[in-house]
């Protein structure tokens, strides 16, 4: 999926998306953010969180320098939205195939399950977003020069287009998923450097081999964990919040779910989830319900993702003054509506 981002961005779609967004928003602010929003949720869904997080948001920031507006709320939307869309389709995140290790649900099935819960997540998300943001979004979005979209790259998008409905077609078929997506970057990848040998050293060079390895190493230390206690103790706290009546159990595993990835991090928690959830056989809406956890849950603090991490690095590179507790203070006020929404939703 990094690879894929990768040739995107090297074909001028986030480019071509982040100049789109400001001539389209025609100087409102609010129409910026509602278009800055909404690529999010098209980049996420297709191409992961972390697409959006290290591609698009970057793009964001170099088009708002553009314009006379403050640019917190955009780059906290993103940073947003890449978690709340984020379980839109199972390529979504890659801790949905962590929760789902034993067997991921076919994409029709998926859909039934997550579409009202992700709709709702995302629309609560975005309205937090705007009403605490609403002081920013006061005022003109006016370029202070002239914004020109430039047009993508015809070959590398079609690889995209089509390496997207290959990748979501073999969802919906239950194949398997990483070997597909696997090469479809690698042929996405070709299509790219034939016409521009220069940049397989850059696709090489951009992908985040440090997150390769941290997950890789995650496997390991959850492994470890769960060998001296872990599992144990994980699959007494699902029995616990499982224990509730209906729609409660929901509500407590996804809530408690939540508050443990913004302890430890979503990642070892999805690990933690796939090999507990097989054990304890967990009912399809326990489940369904961990996964929102993992997933909306790390909304709340800049530690409750890799991908939240990833945007604060970006932040502070970028100089923009955006706060982990700026972040928090709307992102917790966001979270627990949108989670408890998507939990009682969810099916």
């Not at 789902?100 to 819960?117: N, Q």
């Not at 005022?139 to 015809?154: K, L, N």
């Not at 034939?194 to 190493?217: G, H, K, M, Y």
């Not at 409750?304 to 917790?332: K, M, Q, Y």
Request: hydrophobic share 55%.
């Amino acid at each position: 999926m990094m690879g894929l981002a990768e040739v995107a961005r090297i074909a001028g779609l986030f480019d071509w998306l982040a100049a789109y967004a400001v001539t389209s928003a025609r100087g409102s602010r609010v129409r910026l953010l509602l278009i800055v929003y909404a690529a999010g949720i098209v980049t996420t869904t297709f191409l992961s969180n972390d697409a959006t997080i290290v591609v698009l948001t970057p793009a964001v920031i170099q088009a708002l320098r553009r314009i006379d507006a403050p640019p917190a709320a955009y780059v906290i939307a993103c940073a947003l939205v890449a978690n709340a869309a984020s379980f839109v389709l199972p390529i979504s995140n890659p801790s949905n195939l962590l929760v789902f290790a034993s067997g991921m649900p076919a994409l029709g099935t998926w859909m039934t399950a997550f579409g009202l819960p992700a709709i709702a997540a995302l629309t609560v998300t975005f309205g937090v977003l705007a009403i605490m943001s609403r002081n920013d979004l006061r005022g003109s979005a006016a370029p202070r020069e002239p914004v020109h979209a430039p047009r993508p790259e015809v070959p590398s998008s079609i690889a995209l287009v089509l390496a997207a409905l290959v990748i979501v077609g073999t969802s919906a078929l239950r194949g398997p998923l990483g070997a597909v997506t696997f090469g479809c970057a690698v042929v996405a990848a070709l299509v790219t450097v034939a016409r521009r040998p220069r940049e397989a050293q850059t696709i090489a060079r951009n992908i985040s081999w440090p997150v390769v390895a941290l997950t890789a190493s995650l496997f390991v230390i959850v492994g470890a964990i769960n060998a001296h206690g872990g599992l144990d103790a994980t699959r007494a706290v699902l029995g616990w919040c499982a224990s509730f009546a209906e729609p409660w159990s929901k509500v407590a595993i996804g809530v408690t779910i939540a508050g443990a990835s913004n302890i430890v991090n979503n990642l070892p928690v999805g690990l933690s989830l796939g090999e507990t959830l097989a054990l304890v056989h967990a009912s399809a809406h326990d489940t369904y319900a961990a996964l929102i956890g993992v997933n909306l849950g790390p909304n709340a603090t800049v530690n409750g993702s890799l991908a939240t991490l990833l945007w604060l690095a970006i932040v502070r590179r970028e100089n923009i003054d955006c706060t982990p507790l700026r972040f928090a203070v709307i992102g917790t006020t966001a979270t627990i509506p949108a989670l408890l929404a998507a939990l009682l939703l969810v099916n």
